[in-house]
């Protein structure tokens, strides 16, 4: 049989895994020369592209002197550690990057803690050693520092540093030697990563990691072999997280082979395989023999802690753009995503026509509208909010570590930011190169719509980073926006004469000659409390042709609110209306005055 190696790319979002494996697939033969590739081949679904992140954890495999390397690409970014957790679960060994100048972030915490707890075999790779800022020593002794930090064993603190440049596809064992390929880290990996075990002749036991569709084949299993032999054509059994039994048949078994799936009659322990044949199947399910059925336990993913309901469009200008528009749509496609995105839940709420979709993070649900947008869904979502729990008879809530990287002259800025959201100080860097870095205990949240403002504060100097970490008391209130929304008051088209003299009391989200309802939200009004404002006003007729004198107003440039940023700036009272062409920003009760009604009783009490 041949040799292998299995193992996942980990590191903090940005820090070069897609590209690595890019240059480790071209270095071992696993395009023809010449043959044009995208970059970061393996980000390829159309928000990964557009957005330059990996969102889905994916296979590839290269060979390299006769051994066949699984190599699992993880998502960086926070939201997506459930993929990361289940790719850890395929692998022996992780490839640790961490970028020569940043160092290790919050999620090359988290990731490292993930592979140390499933004691996996570790090589530090210290990536991007060509930037001019790369601090290649200081930054080893950090990683050092957090893997004693996670309580690593001894034999975890020995693990191998390969330093490299991924993008030009260079690797060595000391920073200044010189360079030709990525040698040294395919020796590292198979001197370092062990062997796969399991035996192919025992009963055969897979665990179920991931799922992907394919429109021929439908629905694919994607896992690893542990023990025995899995063939094509084979009666097997399926063990059900709950302990209960089904039975199906592979029709068809395929093996990763460079970026492809490459069909194969059987594959044995150890081994990556996708298979077809069951109509429904579920990550963290074993298949095993139809025989002997024995389960693996199942897998473990974090809780998510944030959640947002959606609702069917309700707007005036609902089912105009949309194909799919009614609750049994939106139902029927938020099933769909459970199946495959084990880190999302979903509840039902009080109303037949709501949804409350729960995740990790803005980012994870807001991929999730972005891809049903696309697909055609009109949908209406709520304000993020977290998820709290009882821990021994007390309420509790989600907090989240952030570390804030800023020049000095914003320390108290921040320090009184953060206080404000209930965060507390717990650690302070001083760099003395102008620059601090601070890490503070928030309640997640404090945090929502917290990106914006801190980049704006800081004069976009900042970078911040943020993670979960537990679940601890609830703190009390938490002041949100303390401005208002401008609200259209009726019905009509944006004029340039209208927004001009509106832009003095606030910011506007539309321009002009765009279609408004009553109670949709055109602005933050530059005050606390909102106000009804007339985005429709023409300038009264004179003379003069009312558009020329329209022309000579010139309007401040806008500001689009992205999905995200709509999510995050929206109240309690407020909707985002998602629609495949549009995101409007809403008032939950659209009629002014039933709205002023509502409210009075509240202000009263
Ligand atoms: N200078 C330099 N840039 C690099 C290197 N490796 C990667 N990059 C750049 O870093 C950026 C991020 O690279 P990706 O490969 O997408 O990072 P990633 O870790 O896959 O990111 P996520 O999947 O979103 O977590 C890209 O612009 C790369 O070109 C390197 O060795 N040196
Ligand atoms: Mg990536």
Not at 96 to 107: M, N, R, T
Not at 115 to 132: F, Y
Request: charged share 30%; glycine share 8%; proline share 4%.
């Amino acid at each position: 049989m041949n040799q292998l190696r299995n193992i996942a790319i980990i590191a903090h979002v940005d820090h070069g895994k897609t590209t690595l494996v890019d240059t480790l697939l071209r270095q071992a033969g696993g395009f023809r020369e010449n043959q044009e590739i995208a970059e970061r081949v393996m980000d390829s679904n159309d928000l990964e592209r557009e957005r330059g992140i990996t969102i889905l954890a994916k296979n590839a495999a290269v060979r390299y002197k006769g051994t066949k390397i699984n190599i699992c690409d993880t998502p960086g970014h926070a939201d997506f550690g459930g993929e990361v957790e289940r790719a850890l679960s395929m692998v022996d060994g992780v490839l640790l990057l961490v970028d020569a100048s940043e160092g290790p972030l919050p999620q090359t915490r988290y990731v490292l803690r993930k592979a140390l707890e499933k004691k996996l075999a570790p090589i530090v790779v210290i990536n991007k050693i060509d930037r001019k800022d790369a601090r290649i020593q200081e930054v080893l002794n950090a990683v050092y520092d957090l893997f004693i930090d996670l309580d690593a064993t001894e034999a975890q603190l020995d693990f191998p540093v390969i330093y490299a440049n991924a993008r030009a596809g260079l690797a060595g064992l000391t920073p200044d030697e010189e360079m030709k390929d990525l040698g040294p880290l395919f020796d590292a990996i198979i001197k370092t990563v062990p062997e796969p075990g399991g035996d192919p002749t025992k009963v055969l036991q897979m665990l179920i990691a991931n799922l992907d569709y394919s429109d021929y084949l439908g629905r694919l299993a994607i896992g690893r072999v542990f023990e025995g032999t899995v063939k094509t054509g084979e009666n097997v059994a399926l063990v059900r997280r709950d302990g209960t039994i089904a039975t199906a048949k592979i029709t068809k078994l395929f093996t990763f082979e460079e970026i492809h799936r490459l069909e194969c009659e059987e594959a044995h322990a150890g081994d990556i395989v996708a298979l077809a044949g069951f109509s429904e199947v579920n990550i963290g399910e074993t298949v095993t023999s139809a025989v002997d059925p024995q389960g693996l336990p199942p897998l473990h993913i974090d809780e998510p802690t944030l959640s947002m309901v959606f609702s069917i469009n309700t707007s005036p200008m609902a089912g105009r753009e949309g194909k799919y528009v009614t609750s049994r749509h939106i139902k029927d496609r938020l099933d769909k995503e459970l199946l495959t995105n084990v880190a999302l839940k979903m509840e039902p709420t009080e109303s037949a026509d709501s949804f409350k979709v729960i995740g990790r993070g803005e980012l994870q649900v807001a991929i999730l509208i972005e891809n049903m947008r696309r697909e055609g869904f009109e949908l209406a979502v709520s304000n993020p909010d977290v998820v709290t729990r009882m821990v021994d008879g007390v309420r509790c809530e989600p907090f989240e570590l952030v570390s804030i990287d800023i020049p000095e002259t914003f320390t108290g800025v921040m320090m009184e930011k953060m206080a404000l959201r209930r965060g507390e100080m717990v650690k302070m860097v001083n760099h003395g190169s102008g620059r601090v870095l601070l890490d503070f205990m928030v309640p997640t949240r404090g945090l929502i719509g917290i990106r914006t403002e801190v980049l704006t504060d800081t004069r976009g100097t900042a970078v911040m980073n943020r993670l979960f970490d537990s679940f601890r008391p609830w703190v009390g209130d938490i002041s949100r926006r303390t401005k208002g929304s401008l609200v259209a008051d009726r019905v009509g088209d944006t004029t340039t004469f209208a927004l001009f003299h509106l832009e003095e009391r606030g910011e506007l989200f539309l321009g002009a000659g765009e279609k408004v309802y009553e109670g949709m939200v055109v602005g933050e009004n530059a005050r606390a409390g909102d106000m009804d404002v007339n985005v429709t006003k023409a300038k009264k007729l004179t003379n003069m042709r009312a558009s020329s004198a329209d022309d000579a107003l010139r309007l401040t440039p806008h500001r689009q609110l992205t999905l995200e940023q709509a999510l995050e700036f929206i109240s309690t009272d407020e909707l985002v209306e998602v629609t495949p062409q549009s995101i409007r920003l809403r008032k939950r009760i659209l009629p002014s005055e039933d709205r002023y009604k509502k409210m009075r009783p509240l202000e009263a009490s």
